[in-house]
C-alpha cells in the first residue's frame, strides 16, 4: 500500500532531536516518551523549531511554526509530520 512515501516515526524524531540540540545527560529519549511533553524531555520551544527546520529539510515538507510549537508530545509531532507526508503513522 506504500506510495513511495517515506514515513516519519519515533527513530527518526529521536535521531533529529539529537542531532539538532542534543539531549541533556538527564534526558532519557529511550523510554516510552511518545506521550510525554517535550517541555518534561528538555526542548523549549527555541529547541523545537531547530528541530522543525531539520524535519522541513530531510523530509522535503513545510511545517508551520505553530505547529512545531504547539505540538505537545512526540506522538503528536509525528502523527503532524506524516501528515504532511500524505503517509500512515507509524507511531
Do not use: C, H, Q
Amino acid at each position: 500500500m506504500s506510495s513511495g512515501n517515506k514515513s516519519f516515526d519515533l527513530a527518526d524524531l529521536k535521531r533529529i532531536l539529537k542531532e539538532g540540540v542534543g539531549a541533556d545527560e538527564s534526558v532519557d529519549l529511550e523510554g516510552d516518551i511518545l506521550d510525554v511533553d517535550f517541555e518534561a524531555l528538555g526542548y523549549e520551544s527555541l529547541a523545537m523549531l531547530e528541530t522543525g527546520t531539520r524535519i522541513e529539510r530531510e523530509f522535503g515538507i513545510t511545517l508551520d511554526d505553530e505547529t512545531v510549537t504547539k505540538t505537545a508530545t512526540p506522538r503528536g509531532l509525528i502523527e503532524a509530520v506524516n501528515a504532511r507526508l500524505g503517509s500512515v503513522p507509524t507511531v
